[in-house]
């Protein structure tokens, strides 16, 4: 079974910066996308960004410019490196994979989840 460990989430002011971490059990060329999600209370979990086994990135309009997704492949790990960080970027924020295990079936997996919250 995959296992995704998030961590650094934290309190920080406006401004400020985090930087996220998301451990996997496996070679993490093994999944075909990785990526970050946060979901805000009362509100749908949304995609932050998105990475590609090939290293294409796919980026939400709200926080290009300002969060940096990379990966370390030899620690199986991807990275969340947030900037300028802003009162609505407050949520918990999930790690992601997504597996294409045979043709027609795809396997998701998610983290626990860290927070984050941005707040003076």
């Known amino acids: 079974q995959v296992q995704l460990v998030e961590s650094g989430g934290g309190l920080v002011q406006p401004g400020g910066s985090l930087r996220l971490s998301c451990a996997a059990s496996?070679?993490?060329?093994?999944?075909?996308?990785m990526g970050w999600y946060r979901q805000a209370p009362g509100k749908q979990r949304e995609l932050v960004v998105a990475?590609?086994?090939?290293?294409?990135?796919n980026y939400a309009t709200s926080v290009k410019g300002r969060f940096t997704i990379s990966r370390d492949n030899a620690k199986n790990t991807v990275y969340l490196q947030m900037n300028n960080l802003r009162p609505e970027d407050t949520a918990v924020y999930y790690c992601?994979?997504?597996?294409?295990?045979?043709?027609?079936?795809?396997?998701?997996?998610w983290g626990q989840g860290t927070q984050v919250t941005v707040s003076s």
């Open positions: 990475i590609t086994s090939d290293g294409s990135t």
């Open positions: 992601n994979s997504k597996k294409v295990v045979r043709p027609g079936m795809i396997s998701y997996y």
């Open positions: 496996e070679n993490i060329f093994n999944f075909n996308t």
